[in-house]
């Protein structure tokens, strides 16, 4: 967790992902423990791997804002777990087939392929109430009230219902801006704000983060919509080419691929303009990885 | 809500029901706000009538506890806000296609009926999500731990999965016991917990109240597998014999009705034993409203 060691964001979140992993089989409840079938399906999606961009980026933030945590490691660690339930919930419902009806996620059968749709709802909402316990365990009512602003209609629900209404139209810029802003940039931007919160960071550093995660956040979907296109499956994880297939809103269908790539560049670099001065750190790795990222 | 002007529990719940619908409609979104269609299915649901059994339960208990509703009335109402909208979350995915499939609820078709299916899906979870905002917004930690805990794999979450799991097999008595205790028993212990929590009852009453919340909230679906029986459709605003009809595990099925009668007695019977010196008021009325109900 030594910022110097890490080179760039991809090694850091690698070097995170495995602590990311042991607080996530900390948290969720054994898969022998009844309901089986419903805590089976919890870890298989959770489990499944994935960047776990967002503890990571809360537990960089917290320690960036001078968050002591080995005074008090509980705290973070559960914030980071409920960030990536509450994630998976997400992508269990959006991979409905009442939704985007994927079958692949992480390279895997999505989790109502291999379970079935009832179980795939229910499993999602069993993530999304337990990420709720884990961050009010934090005893921070502040953290409770982000996460829930980070993903209600406001939020992200707001971007998935307007993701889903938009499929077959045409959408304006600011349109697709909106629902990538609300979709993604949401719950990153919340990752970013909670990590400074539970750090106790003052409203003027909270201020300057919050840019910080909006810009990534936001920039973090475009490169997905631009990796639909340009990525390599095997990386991915899942079929390119899915948003075209279904006529999903995206930024390159919106601006054009060149304007897009433009695009995550200025989001990037409005990203790292709020760290001018400073050294290289954490933040701005992550934020280049965002930049730069293949999957 | 002058307890000696209540004659019963129905007439309790008729008085409340109003002022729990002037606070639902203060804490939901307006439907003219974007995303107008999920914030005009979460209307839909929560404000298609019912009961307003755990909102009603916990503005009891809050008052019996010695809650000073003129105080804080924001705290008590936000908490009866959030114990309505979970309770309608789970209905709204209850009746999904994938789940229980049903068409009419409170006489009135269901929310993916009346939307459609992503919708539904969306309307419960941000339902979800807003019932854990208001309840954080009460200030209190414990209330929002209580509330996860009701709504948790090893609650409500765990009762709806063994209830769909058990569809067309044989159960016993123990299981059904489990499966109703969960389903439906732990919202309505959560919601009589919740409220003496929010009135600072001290830990012999909440434990005292808990084993009412309990006892009552088992009955409630005992009678209800009951009315599935005997239950006049018109009053009820459902179909009759959908139980039977999709092999659900119930009481009446496992015990038959007559003892299914008997037990919900002893349940009720139980719960008043908790106050069993004291005078008539509203929780002995509500107690006897549930086991006497006919909708």
Chains 1, 2 share one sequence.
Do not use: W
Request: glycine fraction near 8%; aromatic fraction near 6%; include cysteine.
């Amino acid at each position: 967790m030594n910022p110097a060691a890490s080179i760039d964001g991809n090694t850091y979140l690698n070097d995170t992902s495995s602590l990311v992993d042991r607080i996530l089989e900390r948290h969720l409840p054994a898969d022998q423990t009844p309901p089986t079938t419903l805590h089976q399906a919890m870890r298989y999606s959770v489990m499944a791997g994935g960047k776990r961009l967002r503890p990571g980026l809360a537990l960089a933030v917290f320690e960036y804002a001078g968050g002591d945590g080995k005074k008090a490691p509980d705290t973070i660690h559960k914030a980071m777990a409920a960030l990536e339930m509450v994630h998976t919930y997400s992508l269990i419902h959006d991979d409905l087939p009442c939704m985007d009806d994927d079958d692949l996620r992480r390279g895997r059968p999505t989790c109502h392929k291999q379970f079935n749709e009832a179980v795939a709802v229910l499993a999602g909402d069993a993530l999304h109430v337990l990420a709720f316990d884990l961050m009010a365990q934090t005893g921070s009512n502040r953290a409770v009230l982000e996460l829930a602003e980070a993903v209600s209609t406001g939020g992200m629900l707001g971007g998935q219902i307007a993701d889903v209404e938009a499929e077959g139209r045409e959408v304006s810029y600011e349109e697709i801006k909106s629902i990538h802003t609300r979709k993604t940039g949401a719950l990153i931007r919340g990752a970013v704000r909670i990590g400074a919160i539970l750090a106790d960071a003052n409203e003027e550093l909270l201020a300057r983060l919050t840019v910080y995660g909006e810009r990534i956040g936001l920039a973090f979907q475009v490169i997905d919509d631009i990796l639909d296109i340009e990525g390599d499956e095997k990386l991915l994880g899942k079929e390119v080419g899915s948003d075209s297939k279904n006529q999903k809103a995206t930024y390159p269908a919106v601006i054009g691929l060149e304007k897009s790539h433009d695009e995550a560049r200025r989001l990037i670099n409005e990203g790292l303009a709020v760290f001018a001065d400073e050294e290289d750190h954490v933040l701005k790795f992550l934020a280049r990885y965002i930049g730069q990222r293949a999957y």
